[in-house]
Each structure stands twice: as structure tokens, then as C-alpha cells.
């Protein structure tokens, strides 16, 4: 069984849940930025959830199969159609031989997923499918896709047609951010200019980073470091005093210091927000950022169980709030 991209969207690639246990060895992690919606694109047709889909950047591309699939796209609202009929996000629908499937533009989201039952079954590249763009690794043949690419897929496992019975949101509240590892080279005036102003995120963004603009933030003790370890998330500030925040395919380690680190909780919303809309950031303890975390891990739980069988064209809600 195989998928053909017809035509491919900017920046669709090849993730599952990403690399674990290799930054020590220089290799970043990789896998989804908005690791819930993946998830749960997984869900609706039946995968485990750290199967393999694929990622897009703003719109999907065409696409066609070989043998009978279902597939759910997932991420925001989005246009999509089967032979120019339309069908809804979040929920699962079937794909046959013969019919093309077009994943239109997504709206108020930046990231979107399309998984299909069975997952992409690329190579296993260290562990994982996931692609690193900057390194070459995993996904087909560690590059974005192009039109004509073929990519193996599962079989199709019987089940029900599933569907999202309540929209899983984001709210419009401050991204919560831990202080460091660094946060001592940032004297009151920085941190009041960065827990008191607006930063509109930059359209200077990929997978790997996505820059903010703003009032300049400066390092009193220099912004030039001994080189350490950074996460999803972590939060630089090199000597134009733009602030830097690395994402999933970010460096394993660099040498500018870190004001702060992006909640795990937040990280995906701050992903999700489009070019050119502005975020605040919220100070909060590392024992707060931890609880939000189990939190919301056991709100997708609950999410992923609660799938239901998708009865009606209007079982699941017309908009997922970002």
C-alpha cells in the first residue's frame, strides 16, 4: 500500500513522537510541534499515537492512495475534500483508490496532521521516522515531500468512523514560561521589558526556531555563554536583543544565554500562533509548569476516550478554538 503526494504543501514531512534519548550525542529530538494535535490525529483512525503522519505548514497538498485507508487531519479548522466533496476535520473519514483527497489552508493554526490508518511505514532512521530537515535524517529520504513521492502506509484495520465530541482549545492567556537556566545574566530592567511588553511572533520561523519581535531585551552580563544544552522551548537572547525560541528541530546545545524556557504546556499554543499576532509571557515555578503538564496530559486522555462514532455530518464541533 503506498500514498502518492500529488501535489505537496509547504513543509510537509514525515513525524512521529520524535527521538528520545540521543541529545547527548548531538541529535535533536525532532517529532511534532503541536505534539496533542498529532496525537490525536493518530486516535481518530485507530493508530497508537506515536505512529507516523504527516506534518504541514499552512496548507496540506493532494494526495492519493493505492488500497482503502481512513485518514483524519487535525491541527486547526481546514478545508478539505474528497473528489470536491467536502469533509470535515477532526474526525476520520475513508479513502479509496481512484479518489483525491485535497487538504486545503489552515485557519488560525500554523501546523496541521494528517494521519492515515496504519501510519507511514518509512525506514526507522535511529529509532525513529521522524525527519530532522537540517540534518538529513529519517521521514523520506529526510526531506520535505514533493510532488511524485510515494510513501508505504499500513493496512487498513476495521473500525468505526470516530469523531471529536468536544473541540480540544487553547486560550488566549499569557504563554507560561519558567525562569533560566540563565535568567541571572537579565537584570529587573530586562525582565520587567520581558514580563511587561507584547512580542509579536516573526514570520522568520521553521521548525527549528521562530524569532519575536519587540522592545530589545538586554543581557547585563553579555550574550555570549559557554555552549549548553537547550529544550524545546528554551527561550534566547543573542546580542540584538531579539528574542529566539528553539522548537522542535532546534540545536542540541548553544551558546547564547536563556531568559527562560517555554512551559511543555504552552509550547504548542506558542507553535500554533500565527505570523504576525502577539503573545505575552507569564513567569510561573517549575512545580506550577509541571502540574499544568499532568493536567493537561490527562485532559487528552480524556479527550482520546471520549472519541465517539461518528454518527452525523455535525458530531463534532465546526471549530477548534486556537
Known amino acids: 500500500m503506498h500514498l502518492r503526494i500529488r501535489q505537496a504543501g509547504p513543509m510537509v514531512t514525515v513525524q512521529d513522537r520524535g527521538r528520545r534519548?540521543?541529545?547527548?550525542?548531538?541529535?535533536?529530538?525532532?517529532?511534532?510541534?503541536?505534539?496533542p494535535s498529532f496525537r490525536i490525529a493518530n486516535a481518530l483512525v485507530g493508530n497508537a499515537q506515536d505512529m507516523a503522519a504527516l506534518e504541514f505548514a499552512s496548507a496540506g497538498g493532494t494526495f492519493e492512495v493505492s488500497e482503502p485507508v481512513r485518514f483524519a487531519v487535525t491541527g486547526g479548522d481546514v478545508d478539505i475534500r474528497i473528489d470536491g466533496s467536502t469533509?470535515?476535520?477532526?474526525?476520520?473519514?475513508?479513502?479509496?483508490?481512484?479518489?483525491?483527497?485535497?487538504?486545503?489552508?489552515?485557519?488560525?493554526?500554523?501546523?496541521?496532521?494528517?494521519?492515515?490508518?496504519?501510519?507511514?511505514?518509512?525506514?526507522?532512521?535511529?529509532?525513529?521516522?521522524?525527519?530532522?530537515?537540517?540534518?538529513?535524517?529519517?521521514?523520506?529520504?529526510?526531506?520535505?515531500?514533493?510532488?511524485?513521492?510515494?510513501?508505504?502506509?499500513?493496512?487498513?484495520?476495521?473500525?468505526?468512523?470516530?469523531?471529536?465530541?468536544?473541540?480540544?482549545?487553547?486560550?488566549?492567556?499569557p504563554i507560561n514560561v519558567v525562569a533560566g537556566p540563565q535568567d541571572d545574566y537579565f537584570d529587573a530592567s530586562a525582565w520587567?521589558?520581558?514580563?511587561?511588553?507584547?512580542?509579536?511572533?516573526?514570520?522568520?520561523?521553521?521548525?527549528?526556531?521562530?524569532?519575536?519581535?519587540?522592545?530589545?531585551?538586554?543581557?547585563?552580563?553579555?550574550?555570549?555563554?559557554?555552549?549548553d544544552g537547550t529544550t524545546f522551548g528554551s527561550i534566547q537572547v543573542p546580542g540584538s536583543g531579539r528574542p529566539i525560541v528553539l522548537m522542535a528541530e532546534r540545536q542540541?546545545?548553544?551558546?547564547?544565554?536563556?531568559?527562560?524556557?517555554?512551559?511543555?504546556?504552552?509550547?504548542?499554543?506558542?507553535?500554533?500562533?500565527?505570523?504576525?499576532?502577539?503573545?505575552?509571557?507569564?513567569?510561573?515555578?517549575?512545580?506550577?509548569?509541571?502540574?499544568?503538564?499532568?493536567?493537561?496530559?490527562?485532559?487528552?486522555?480524556?479527550v482520546i476516550a471520549g472519541l465517539s462514532e461518528k454518527t452525523t455530518p455535525m458530531s463534532v464541533a465546526q471549530e477548534v478554538a486556537q
Open 21 to 35: 534519548g540521543l541529545l547527548h550525542s548531538g541529535v535533536s529530538g525532532s517529532g511534532p510541534m503541536d505534539a
Open 87 to 173: 469533509v470535515r476535520p477532526w474526525e476520520s473519514h475513508d479513502l479509496f483508490p481512484g479518489s483525491t483527497l485535497v487538504v486545503g489552508g489552515l485557519r488560525s493554526a500554523v501546523w496541521g496532521y494528517l494521519a492515515f490508518s496504519g501510519g507511514i511505514d518509512t525506514p526507522l532512521i535511529l529509532g525513529s521516522r521522524a525527519t530532522h530537515l537540517r540534518t538529513g535524517l529519517g521521514g523520506h529520504e529526510g526531506r520535505c515531500l514533493r510532488t511524485g513521492d510515494l510513501l508505504p502506509i499500513g493496512p487498513l484495520d476495521p473500525m468505526p468512523h470516530l469523531a471529536l465530541t468536544k473541540p480540544w482549545r487553547r486560550s488566549n492567556r
Open 192 to 227: 520587567r521589558i520581558f514580563l511587561g511588553s507584547s512580542f509579536t511572533v516573526s514570520t522568520s520561523r521553521d521548525r527549528m526556531a521562530q524569532m519575536l519581535d519587540g522592545p530589545a531585551i538586554s543581557a547585563c552580563r553579555g550574550n555570549d555563554i559557554v555552549s
Open 252 to 302: 542540541t546545545t548553544g551558546g547564547y544565554p536563556k531568559i527562560a524556557t517555554v512551559a511543555s504546556v504552552d509550547v504548542p499554543r506558542l507553535a500554533q500562533t500565527p505570523s504576525g499576532l502577539a503573545i505575552r509571557f507569564r513567569l510561573i515555578s517549575q512545580a506550577t509548569a509541571e502540574a499544568l503538564l499532568v493536567a493537561e496530559r490527562q485532559a487528552l486522555l480524556d
